[in-house]
Each structure stands twice: as C-alpha cells, then as structure tokens.
C-alpha cells in the first residue's frame, strides 16, 4: 500500500492519503496524532457526478428563466475576488455554463456527464413507492413533532476535546463535529455567541464567556430558503491571535474589528487607506482581498422550515426565521492550507481524480484549502458523518481551480469567494452580525395552514453591480422561488389575485399549459414580462417597502409537506439521489421546446412534447477534440438580448450594496 503524507501550512495537522484504496481501517486512523483519510474515485459512485447539482439539468423555458447565472458567472473572477472559476464565457477552457449545458465527462473513457442521476428530484414517485414496498406510511408522521425535536445536542455531545481548538484531537466519528455548542444558541443581540461555561469560552465579558463564534446574517439565494425547505444558521470563527492585543490579552474590542476587516477584504471593500495587516497578535497576517486567513471556521446548521420559529416562542425554536429546533445537517469548514487563486488556471482543475477524506468521520478536501465536514440524519433521525460521496456534493458548490502534488478532486462555481457564500452576502453593519433571520421573518401566528406564514420586517437589499434589489432582480430573472424555477402554489395564487388587466398589467396572470411547446414557452415569457411589471410597480414590496411574504415564506402545511418528502429521503438514506424532493416532477424537467430546438437523447432518439429529459445529448464528432463527449445542448438563453432588455447577464455579482 502506497502512503503519501503532507503537512497543511499554518496547522499541526498531518494527513496520510492512502492513495489505492477507499477503506479505512483503524489502525490506519491512529490514536489523537492527524486525521487520516484516503482516496476515492468518483467513478465508484451511484452517481460519478455528484458535483453538478440537480438544478443544473433543468430547462430555461426558452431563456426565459436564467437560473444558471446564480452560479455561473464572470464578475467575481474579474474583480480579483477570490475566485479563479470564470463560468460564462471569459475562459475559453470553461466555456459558458449560462449558453450551454456543457457537461463534461473525467475523460473519454468515463460514463456522460449528461445523465440526470438525480432520481428523487427527477422521479419523485420512485421514492413513493420505495417508501410503499417497505410499509412506511409518510402520511402517519406528526411532522410537526419531528421537526421540534432535538437532534443537534445529542451528535454535539459525541464531539470530544477542547472546545476551543478546531480539531477534537481523537479518533471519533464526530471529530470534526464543529465546536459550538447548540446550548449556548441563540447568539446575543451583537452576534457573538457566549456561554455560561468558562470551559467553552477564550475570555469573559459581562454577558459571558466569549466562545470566539459570531453570527452571520447575509441575503440567500433561491436555496436554502424557507420556499426550498431548508434554512441556515451560519457562525465564523477565526483563530485565538485575532482576539487578542499584541501583548496576548484578549480583547473583543481587537476581534470586532478583526472581524470588520475581514468582512471588507470578502466584499471588496478595502480601499488605498484600509489596513494592510489584522490588529493586535494578529498584526504579522497581511490582509488579502477576498482570501480568509488560516483556521477560519464556519458552522453551518442547516434546519428544517418551522413558519411558527421566529425567536420569540423558545418552546417551538430558540431560533429565528423559520429555523426549526432539528437541523437536516451539520456542516463545517475549517481553512487548512494557504490557496493563491491567481497561482492557478482553469486547464488545472483536477475534477476526476481521487477524493481524499473519511467516511467514517465525515470530512473530505476541497482540494482548494479547506477541510470539508457534514453530518446527516440517519434513517432514524440522529445525525451521522457523511459519506465522501455525499460530500463530494459540498466541493460543487465549495471549491475552486488549484494545482497540488498530489491532486484533490476540485469543482466550485464562478460565484463564490474563497469557496464561500455568506459572509459576501452579509447585510453590512450590525444588521449583519446577529443570528440568520431570513429577512426579519415574524410569524402570523394566527394564520391558517394555507395561507401566509408571516412578513418579512426588512426591505429589498440592492445589488451593488446592478443597483436594483436583489429579490427583485430573482424574481425578474428566475420567474419562480428556488433555482429550479419552479413557482409554488401559495405564489401562483398570490400573482393571479394581483396581476389583472384591471390593476393595471399588460395581461392577466397565465398559468403554464402542456398543451403544446408554442403556447408553454409563450406563456413563460408572458409571466416574465408581467413579473417584471410587478416589480416595476414594487408590489413585490409591502406598502411599507418590506418584502411581500409570500415570496419567502411558506404556508405552514406547504412547509410540513415538504418536510415530510424530505424525511423520506432521511428514512432510504438516498442522499446521493437529491435532496430536493416535489410532489411532482418540475415544470423545467419536461420537454417543451418548439420542433426546431428540439432536444434528442445520446442515441439521436427526440424528445416528445412532455417527456421527462433524463439526458442531453453530447459531442461525438470528433474525438480528438477536447468537447468530445461534452454536453453540446444550447440552454435557450440569448446571449445577444442582456439584462434588462433580455435575460442574460454574465457579469452577476452576488455583492451587496
């Protein structure tokens, strides 16, 4: 057996890569010296394509719906932010993810990437009647119950060691369990999470031991929304230094502004006069733009919905924005090794080799300077280390392009910054330093199943490239609620009351017919030209200029049906089949395009009007060219009609104003 050992820049941690074989045994593990892993091939999975998410293979109703832009762009490459994975068209090598569903294959002898393997999205009435063949009645679940039991708790208190160091130190399954302690949630007004456990915390101020952990209130994407069935709470950590002054006396005065600092350098906000260094013991670590130092950590519970959580009720969720009491997942980033992205190009992005990690412990390199941890529920609910197959989910949309010794399987997307999301999206100020609240969210507590859960007690934030407001510009672009483009009834009931002729639109609100590629693909464009009257008017907007409710939050029984599909994947363990489970196939699955676009399978075989697109057909003119066997199917986009007039914009940014 070959062993390959490395050490990680700015940490005592040593890693042994068993390069030959995906099992671990535990006298591989050791005992308390580095964590240990080994490589796996992509190829061993269900599905070898885990890094290409399940929203990537819909349709875009003929450019009508440009969800690709969310992640596959330009601007941030641009701005020398972080990121070297320009995905619309400024690298040739990449191509232009918004015009082309160009999925490539690890090379000429791997399966097609074109393959829609996401069978729980794609066929929800599989996993119906796998529920069926093993007696489980979904329908019998008090999913209310479930959602406001405790299961974070019991996975923290398998995480042994000093709270305060990222890494447990020993060899358990829960290792890498991140360090903040559930018990000491909600974070105080200022962000900062503290306890009552001097153990738990680096120093004391009057409200308590200060854990080092702050919260982050940042504006989501269309996922991991109240509308998509999964929430966040997301925490940031760095390393003892940056608490403390130069003599080594700690100093939340020194931290706050740390912490400042670093929000400029991920949102781009540093000037000429900013400082080039991070204060107090920290003051040798230079500050670089868009880059987090060595030993950030983030914290990433991720919940399910509760429209009766909005902090106010500790009985339902000591949580605000509809964040439930049981989390759907624990995730955790620890940056390990320094990661330079203008040191690396786009022909060195290692997709295809080996994940390095630890099934048993539930990590894996991003191959981009971060260590990667998830836990998930078992199909009893308690939470467990993920799989690298799972995981391998996490690097699509949590990496970037790097070149090392020994490669580490690397994806990542053109929008994020130092592989990251939130802390970009974070409202500035106080606003921002507090717990993730989903807009203000305040329940209704009166509300009926069906109707409104609650509003939101917070306006439109506004793009900073664009200046216009974010959801707006969703809403404008998307004409649906999540990335899949897809438009709950709650919503389509809403837009049908308020866009009529006779409250001043060109059209009456149309829903979608099957009837024929003509008049569905009319009809998307109608609903994108009324959506973008509506936001004209701002009548996605309350009177007093907070958002509409409606476009972030669901009904509650919309909210418990979606629980419930998704705790049937809980109950099979499919993970690695989606996540994302409807009650039916989405509109943007289906066949509906005019016979002169017409799509056809790998084999040549068309599409018929309302078929199911489970593949894409690929390039097989030539197999010396580098597209051999790549997607070659146009999205529908037009490149020649740019945002506003059209629906094409290359250049989105995902930055704040």
């Given at each position: 057996?070959?062993?390959?050992?490395?050490?990680?820049?700015?940490?005592?941690?040593?890693?042994?890569?068993?390069?030959?074989?995906?099992?671990?045994?535990?006298?591989?593990?050791?005992?308390?010296?580095?964590?240990?892993?080994?490589?796996?091939?992509?190829?061993?999975?269900?599905?070898?394509?885990?890094?290409?998410?399940?929203?990537?293979?819909?349709?875009?109703?003929?450019?009508?719906?440009?969800?690709?832009?969310?992640?596959?762009?330009?601007?941030?490459?641009?701005?020398?932010?972080?990121?070297?994975?320009?995905?619309?068209?400024?690298?040739?090598?990449?191509?232009?993810?918004?015009?082309?569903?160009?999925?490539?294959?690890?090379?000429?002898?791997?399966?097609?990437?074109?393959?829609?393997?996401?069978?729980?999205?794609?066929?929800?009435?599989?996993?119906?009647?796998?529920?069926?063949?093993?007696?489980?009645?979904?329908?019998?679940?008090?999913?209310?119950?479930?959602?406001?039991?405790?299961?974070?708790?019991?996975?923290?208190?398998?995480?042994?060691?000093?709270?305060?160091?990222?890494?447990?130190?020993?060899?358990?399954?829960?290792?890498?369990?991140?360090?903040?302690?559930?018990?000491?949630?909600?974070?105080?007004?200022?962000?900062?999470?503290?306890?009552?456990?001097?153990?738990?915390?680096?120093?004391?101020?009057?409200?308590?031991?200060?854990?080092?952990?702050?919260?982050?209130?940042?504006?989501?994407?269309?996922?991991?929304?109240?509308?998509?069935?999964?929430?966040?709470?997301?925490?940031?950590?760095?390393?003892?230094?940056?608490?403390?002054?130069?003599?080594?006396?700690?100093?939340?005065?020194?931290?706050?502004?740390?912490?400042?600092?670093?929000?400029?350098?991920?949102?781009?906000?540093?000037?000429?006069?900013?400082?080039?260094?991070?204060?107090?013991?920290?003051?040798?670590?230079?500050?670089?733009?868009?880059?987090?130092?060595?030993?950030?950590?983030?914290?990433?519970?991720?919940?399910?919905?509760?429209?009766?959580?909005?902090?106010?009720?500790?009985?339902?969720?000591?949580?605000?924005?509809?964040?439930?009491?049981?989390?759907?997942?624990?995730?955790?980033?620890?940056?390990?090794?320094?990661?330079?992205?203008?040191?690396?190009?786009?022909?060195?992005?290692?997709?295809?080799?080996?994940?390095?990690?630890?099934?048993?412990?539930?990590?894996?390199?991003?191959?981009?300077?971060w260590l990667l941890a998830g836990f998930i529920e078992d199909k009893n609910g308690a939470l467990r280390p993920q799989t690298r197959e799972e995981m391998t989910q996490c690097i699509a949309c949590h990496s970037g392009i790097t070149r090392t010794e020994f490669p580490s399987f690397t994806s990542g997307t053109g929008n994020t910054i130092d592989s990251t999301w939130a802390m970009a999206r974070k409202?500035?100020?106080?606003?921002?330093?507090?717990?993730?609240?989903?807009?203000?969210?305040?329940?209704?507590?009166?509300?009926?199943?069906?109707?409104?859960?609650?509003?939101?007690?917070?306006?439109?934030?506004?793009?900073?490239?664009?200046?216009?407001?974010?959801?707006?510009?969703?809403?404008?672009?998307?004409?649906?609620?999540?990335?899949?483009?897809?438009?709950?009834?709650?919503?389509?009931?809403?837009?049908?009351?308020?866009?009529?002729?006779?409250?001043?639109?060109?059209?009456?609100?149309?829903?979608?017919?099957?009837?024929?590629?003509?008049?569905?693909?009319?009809?998307?464009?109608?609903?994108?030209?009324?959506?973008?009257?509506?936001?004209?008017?701002?009548?996605?907007?309350?009177?007093?200029?907070?958002?509409?409710?409606?476009?972030?939050?669901?009904?509650?029984?919309?909210?418990?049906?979606?629980?419930?599909?998704?705790?049937?994947?809980?109950?099979?363990?499919?993970?690695?089949?989606?996540?994302?489970?409807?009650?039916?196939?989405?509109?943007?699955?289906?066949?509906?395009?005019?016979?002169?676009?017409?799509?056809?399978?790998?084999?040549?075989?068309?599409?018929?009007?309302?078929?199911?697109?489970?593949?894409?057909?690929?390039?097989?003119?030539?197999?010396?060219?580098?597209?051999?066997?790549?997607?070659?199917t146009t999205t529908g986009i037009d490149e020649a009609k740019p945002y506003p007039f059209g629906n094409y914009n290359p250049e989105y940014s995902p930055l704040l104003k």
């Open positions: 057996m070959k062993l390959v050992a490395y050490l990680l820049v700015g940490s005592s941690l040593l890693l042994s890569a068993c390069q030959d074989q995906d099992s671990i045994t535990p006298a591989q593990l050791g005992t308390g010296v580095g964590l240990s892993g080994s490589v796996i091939s992509p190829l061993r999975f269900r599905n070898p394509y885990p890094h290409i998410p399940a929203q990537c293979y819909t349709e875009t109703s003929g450019g009508a719906q440009n969800t690709c832009q969310y992640c596959h762009t330009n601007a941030v490459y641009k701005a020398n932010l972080g990121n070297n994975n320009p995905q619309a068209g400024a690298e040739p090598r990449i191509g232009n993810f918004q015009l082309e569903y160009a999925y490539a294959p690890y090379d000429t002898q791997a399966p097609l990437a074109s393959i829609n393997h996401w069978e729980n999205t794609l066929k929800p009435e599989v996993l119906q009647q796998l529920l069926a063949s093993l007696g489980v009645d979904p329908l019998a679940w008090d999913m209310q119950a479930y959602i406001r039991s405790d299961n974070w708790k019991a996975a923290f208190q398998q995480r042994a060691g000093d709270l305060k160091a990222w890494d447990a130190g020993v060899q358990t399954d829960f290792r890498l369990f991140p360090a903040l302690d559930p018990a000491d949630l909600p974070a105080k007004a200022d962000g900062f999470v503290r306890s009552a456990k001097p153990e738990h915390g680096f120093f004391q101020d009057e409200q308590g031991w200060l854990t080092g952990w702050r919260a982050l209130n940042f504006m989501p994407y269309g996922i991991f929304t109240p509308l998509t069935g999964s929430v966040s709470g997301v925490y940031l950590r760095l390393p003892a230094a940056f608490m403390q002054d130069a003599a080594g006396r700690f100093d939340l005065e020194i931290y706050k502004a740390n912490l400042a600092l670093l929000e400029q350098a991920i949102q781009g906000r540093l000037t000429d006069s900013s400082p080039q260094h991070y204060g107090g013991k920290a003051q040798t670590i230079a500050v670089q733009s868009g880059l987090y130092p060595l030993g950030t950590e983030f914290a990433h519970p991720l919940h399910y919905v509760d429209v009766q959580a909005d902090g106010s009720d500790t009985s339902i969720s000591p949580f605000p924005g509809t964040r439930s009491r049981r989390v759907k997942e624990i995730r955790y980033m620890y940056k390990a090794r320094t990661w330079e992205p203008s040191h690396f190009r786009p022909a060195e992005k290692a997709e295809g080799t080996g994940i390095y990690g630890n099934d048993r412990q539930g990590w894996v390199d991003n191959g981009a300077g409202f500035s100020g106080s606003l921002g330093w507090q717990e993730m609240n989903y807009l203000a969210y305040q329940a209704d507590k009166q509300a009926l199943p069906r109707s409104a859960s609650g509003q939101s007690q917070q306006t439109d934030p506004l793009n900073r490239s664009l200046g216009v407001g974010e959801l707006g510009y969703f809403l404008e672009t998307v004409v649906g609620a999540s990335l899949y483009g897809d438009m709950p009834a709650s919503i389509e009931a809403w837009l049908a009351t308020e866009i009529k002729k006779i409250h001043g639109y060109s059209a009456d609100w149309p829903s979608l017919s099957s009837i024929d590629a003509r008049t569905f693909q009319q009809a998307q464009a109608l609903r994108q030209r009324l959506m973008r009257e509506l936001t004209a008017k701002h009548k996605h907007l309350q009177a007093n200029g907070n958002i509409q409710g409606v476009f972030l939050y669901p009904p509650q029984q919309d909210a418990l049906a979606a629980a419930a599909r998704y705790r049937q994947v809980v109950v099979t363990q499919r993970y690695h089949l989606g996540k994302d489970v409807f009650a039916s196939t989405p509109w943007a699955y289906r066949h509906f395009r005019e016979p002169a676009e017409a799509l056809t399978k790998v084999d040549g075989t068309p599409y018929q009007l309302g078929e199911l697109i489970t593949e894409r057909a690929v390039e097989l003119d030539d197999p010396a060219s580098f597209t051999y066997r790549a997607g070659n």
